[in-house]
């Protein structure tokens, strides 16, 4: 186990410092090597030699993790441009010296966990471009100088090889090697010339020895590599002895950083680091290490630290000569650093010393309060984490429990999980420079009036999500952080809080981030959001909020979002929707994240998406959507990077799938995870349970032609329709208005100008006695200059019998005018003479000269009996009826002048 846990940070190392793709990070099981960019990875696929099938190309090879015996070079051979190989964690029993002459641009080797035993100067005598070698866990035994050719060599792993020395060469040797890893050896003494083979190596700048169980250290053991920066002895059990050796040899070197991790150092003493006094030490890790006591003064000798970690340790009393001297110190680590079963004492002035001190973690800490001097003498603190912590002082905050922190400059505190109940008013009035405020995780119960956050000024984060839906809110409750960018609420408040008049959020000017969800809301305001112009990322989810969206709510949908133009992400899943208004989402064009699963959506409105142009992520997971049709779903897919739609029951029909999965066959810029197996048909039953991938829109082809028939017939017949009933309805009107635009054009005759000189009169009228009212008001107003009727009572010829003065007039008439009355039709002085003698004067004239005017539904059987006239026998034209609407009455006079403007053309 021991070994296990000094190897852990090893591979860490190896992994961090590894250029390029290495095996740190577990892949799936795969079945070929997969080849990109020129990087072949042929790992874990029990091999048992090496594919000879590879593109030439390639400049990466792994083979790790398979059953090779061995490497021949000419099995690499067809892969000369090769610089970095690994064939770990195989069975190699051996490093054949023609490797590198097949290899000659090879710079990273990796043969760590095989069975190589012996490794000789031969072997890698002509790798003179390596500059990484990890021979790690291979039991190796040296001869000779190995590593004497290796002048570029950078990194040389050795560790868990059963070393009984840490002399690797007796030439100096490797003038560029930067870390050396000797971790998991055996020897336990280092001699003064283990590493004279270093002498010339200036550049070495780590070494680790981590789970060497080393004893002693001869006097000048560390010289020849007196660059050194960073050692690492974690699990090195050393005695006190051997550790004052150690400091001791260090104290000669460059040293920055010192991880003296699981060592088992229960005490720290005045005397333990006081070796390392003239040192350049900034870093020191002492983790894990169980650590109980630390007498005052222990870091004394080391004025140049910046960085402590005392974290996973049982310290049991801090006081105020603990840290004394450490007075560059910049960072304090002691997550979990105090014994649990003892709430442990932080005395006051404890961090007095630590002036430089920026950042102190705390993080799963107890003690047994935080008193009115415990941060005294911080004057440089920004950071302060307390999370997870048990302080008995941070149940109830008051305006005493954090004034030790009154001069620091302290800009993020974290309180999460320190099981807060309460926060009185003005509790974090010292922290003027305050910006980031982590209370998540809390047992908060309390109405927020804003007094909390008095003093806040600065504040631009507020965290307080996770606190059991026990927060209540008032309009005022922050106005005392006017700069807040940050709010998250997320199960905290109570179904009510947010239905407020003002809405507390309204001071809120700057705020970019809101997050409400988790709180089982069901009523918010229209202007819940007034005044947010700023907000970015809005957070309401597994809320219940589905009946403000529906269009039967009382007093209508609720349109909350429309104060909000800049939302670039939009969380609303699991609110139970099942609507979305017309107007719900307009004005959004910068959204860019819509997140709307796991709810009951249907059918979609279609122009819901219209302003939705910027949209890059679209997740409708998990609704009750049948179809994706274009009027709705166009032009939010325009510009998609990744579309979740999976789980909804599609209705593979051409209606309402054909659109989507063409889409999804042409598309090439968005990503759509689980289209093959996640997008199932649920209706038609010949499609039950397919991916909507099998859906073939080839059938849908067939289709075309009778659609565009039922297009083309319901066209057609709309149209029939549309003019029946125009014409049945305003034909009169339609052409009214085309006479006025004829006549305008063309004037009202069509008579030759000669043809008018004949006569006197444009049209003699016949009408019955009882008529002449009618005439008198209806025919007379028309006559003027260009328009003269022939009245018998009113034209009759003075001195002349009664016949002889009508014949007279009808030769004088250009037109003979009949008002057509059963009145008419009975006067027999009309029918047997008048009439008689007009149509015998047209028939003689050989000219179409009658007009018709029907002032009733007269049959044409008793037209033609009593004036000897067929409706047929005229023009069209020249039959008028005189209509019962007032309206058409214009229109009745102007047909009336036209008729009376034809020429008396020969009749047919």
Same mark, same amino acid.
């Given at each position: ?471 209540? %809110? #008032?309009? @005022?409750? $922050?106005?005392?952080?006017?700069? *807040? !960018?940050? =709010?998250? +609420?997320? /199960?905290? &408040? ?109 059918? %979609? #409105?279609? @122009?819901? $998406?219209?302003?939705?142009?910027? *949209? !890059?992520? =679209?997740? +409708?997971? /998990?609704? &009750? ?109 339609? %052409? ?9 054009? *063309? ?162």
């Amino acid at each position: 186990m021991n070994a296990l846990n000094c190897l852990l940070p090893t591979m860490i190392i190896i992994c961090c410092l590894m250029p390029g793709p290495h095996n740190c990070v577990a892949l799936p099981r795969k079945t070929s090597c997969h080849v990109h960019d020129s990087i072949a990875d042929c790992s874990h696929l029990s091999l048992s030699a090496v594919p000879q099938n590879l593109p030439s190309n390639i400049i990466s090879l792994d083979l790790s993790h398979n059953r090779l015996k061995s490497i021949p070079p000419v099995s690499l051979s067809p892969y000369p441009g090769l610089c970095r190989l690994s064939v770990s964690h195989n069975s190699i029993t051996k490093l054949d010296p023609g490797l590198c002459q097949a290899l000659p641009l090879l710079q990273t080797l990796n043969m760590g966990h095989n069975q190589v035993h012996v490794l000789k100067k031969e072997d890698v005598n002509h790798c003179t471009n390596l500059t990484w070698l990890i021979m790690a866990s291979n039991k190796l035994k040296l001869q000779g100088e190995p590593f004497s050719a290796l002048q570029r060599l950078q990194v040389l792993d050795v560790s868990l090889n059963k070393l009984q020395s840490a002399k690797l060469g007796t030439q100096i040797q490797l003038p560029n090697l930067v870390s050396l890893n000797l971790a998991l050896n055996d020897f336990t003494t280092l001699m003064k010339d283990d590493f004279l083979f270093l002498n010339n190596s200036s550049s070495l700048l780590v070494l680790n020895m981590s789970c060497v169980p080393l004893k002693t250290l001869e006097s000048g053991s560390f010289k020849p590599i007196s660059g050194l920066r960073t050692l690492i002895m974690d699990g090195s059990n050393m005695d006190t002895q051997g550790f004052s050796e150690l400091c001791s040899e260090l104290s000669a070197t460059t040293i920055e950083a010192l991880y003296l991790r699981k060592m088992k150092l229960a005490k720290l003493t005045n005397a333990t680091f006081k070796a390392l006094q003239n040192t350049n030490l900034t870093y020191l890790d002492m983790s894990h290490n169980d650590m109980v006591n630390i007498e005052n003064g222990s870091f004394l000798w080391l004025s140049r630290l910046q960085t402590l970690v005392l974290s996973d340790n049982k310290i049991k009393q801090l006081n105020k000569n603990t840290f004394q001297g450490l007075k560059s110190l910049k960072k304090l680590q002691m997550t979990k650093a105090f014994v649990k079963k003892d709430a442990p004492t932080i005395g006051h002035f404890s961090f007095q010393p630590l002036s430089a001190l920026e950042s102190l973690i705390l993080q799963r800490t107890a003690a047994q309060e935080i008193t009115e001097h415990t941060f005294t003498g911080l004057t440089s603190l920004k950071e302060l984490d307390m999370s997870w912590s048990s302080y008995s002082s941070l149940r109830n905050i008051n305006s005493k429990t954090l004034v030790s922190l009154a001069g620091s400059p302290l800009r993020r505190l974290n309180l999460t999980g320190t099981a807060i109940a309460q926060i009185d008013p003005q509790s974090f009035s010292v922290l003027r420079n305050l910006t980031t405020l982590l209370l998540d995780y809390n047992f908060i119960k309390q109405i927020l009036t804003g007094k909390e956050f008095e003093g806040l000024d600065q504040v631009e984060e507020i965290y307080m999500s996770n606190n059991q839906q026990t927060v209540h %809110l #008032k309009s @005022t409750s $922050f106005v005392n952080v006017p700069n *807040l !960018r940050v =709010l998250t +609420l997320r /199960k905290s &408040l109570t179904a009510e809080a947010v239905n407020l008049d003002p809405s507390p959020f309204s001071p809120l000017t700057n705020l970019t981030f809101l997050d409400l969800s988790n709180n089982n809301i069901a009523n918010i305001r229209e202007d819940m959001l007034k005044g947010l112009a700023n907000l970015k990322v809005l957070k309401l989810q597994h809320n219940n909020i589905a009946r403000l969206w529906k269009s039967a709510n009382l007093g209508g949908p609720v349109l909350f979002l429309k104060h909000t133009p800049r939302l670039v992400t939009l969380q609303m899943d699991s609110n139970g929707l099942d609507e979305i208004p017309a107007e719900a989402l307009r004005g959004l064009g910068n959204l860019r994240n819509l997140n709307l699963s796991s709810n009951l959506f249907n059918r %979609l #409105k279609d @122009t819901i $998406f219209d302003d939705l142009d910027s *949209l !890059r992520v =679209l997740n +409708l997971q /998990k609704n &009750l959507i049948t179809a994706v049709r274009p009027e709705v779903f166009k032009t939010p897919l325009a510009n998609l990077s990744l579309l979740v739609m999976d789980k909804n029951p599609f209705d593979c029909t051409c209606e309402t799938m054909l659109w989507f999965v063409t889409w999804l066959n042409e598309t090439n810029m968005t990503h759509v995870p689980g289209l093959r197996d996640q997008y199932l048909c649920n209706t038609p039953l010949a499609y039950f349970n397919r991916s909507i991938m099998e859906f073939d829109p080839l059938s849908c082809k067939d289709m075309t032609p009778f659609q565009t028939l039922y297009i083309l017939s319901s066209t057609a017949v709309v149209m029939l329709m549309v003019t029946a009933f125009v014409v049945r309805y305003q034909g009169w009107r339609i %052409l009214f208005y085309w006479n006025i635009l004829i006549n305008r054009t *063309l004037g009202f005759s069509d008579a030759h100008v000669a043809e008018g000189w004949e006569f006197k009169y444009d049209a003699y009228i016949i009408h019955a006695e009882q008529d002449s009212s009618w005439v008198e008001r209806r025919l007379s107003p028309l006559e003027n200059d260009k328009c003269k009727f022939c009245l018998e009572d009113r034209d009759a010829l003075p001195g002349m019998s009664q016949p002889a003065s009508i014949l007279d007039n009808m030769k004088k008439s250009r037109k003979i005018l009949f008002v057509v009355t059963e009145t008419l039709l009975r006067d027999p002085w009309c029918t047997r003479f008048i009439a008689q003698h007009a149509i015998h004067r047209d028939i003689e004239a050989n000219r179409d000269s009658v007009i018709l005017v029907f002032l009733q539904d007269v049959h044409d059987y008793k037209l033609s009996r009593s004036l000897y006239l067929r409706r047929g026998m005229l023009r069209p034209c020249c039959i008028l009826d005189w209509p019962v609407h007032k309206e058409r009455v214009p229109a009745f006079h102007q047909k009336l002048l036209m008729a009376l403007g034809m020429t008396n053309r020969l009749m047919d």
